[in-house]
């Protein structure tokens, strides 16, 4: 019933910019938030960024001022951009989403991941 499209994801130089997208296909489903995580080799999976319904935003530390996450909320399609791109931002991104059924219970979702790679 809920089907997240992962895409943008490749091999970039440091200093380089990616975009990723993920477009959420939902029925009967709203959508609270969505957002990225990343889960780098021998770490856990942290958050990257969120966006929620109203429009705040939230981003860790080590990416502000280089990411950047927008919606279309029409679409249900969230974007991260990234710029400024280090070695240390490699990782597989995945897209999440807090869907919301129409009787209120919450659930989160989540995309298969796409690989973010970044040579130096």
């Known amino acids: 019933q809920v089907q997240l499209v992962e895409s943008g994801g490749g091999l970039v130089q440091a200093g380089g910019s990616l975009n990723l997208s993920c477009a959420a296909s939902v029925s009967g489903l709203s959508i609270n938030l969505m957002g990225w995580y990343r889960q780098a080799p021998g770490k856990q999976r942290v958050l990257v960024a969120m966006?929620?319904?109203?429009?705040?935003?939230n981003y860790a530390d080590s990416v502000k001022g280089r990411f950047t996450i927008s919606a279309a909320d029409a679409k249900n399609t969230v974007y991260l951009q990234m710029n400024s791109l280090k070695p240390d931002d490699t990782a597989i991104y995945s897209c999440?989403?807090?869907?919301?059924?129409?009787?209120?219970?919450?659930?989160?979702?989540w995309g298969r991941g796409t690989q973010v790679t970044v040579s130096s």
């Open positions: 999440h989403v807090q869907l919301r059924t129409t009787l209120g219970i919450l659930y989160p979702y």
């Open positions: 966006i929620t319904s109203g429009g705040s935003t």
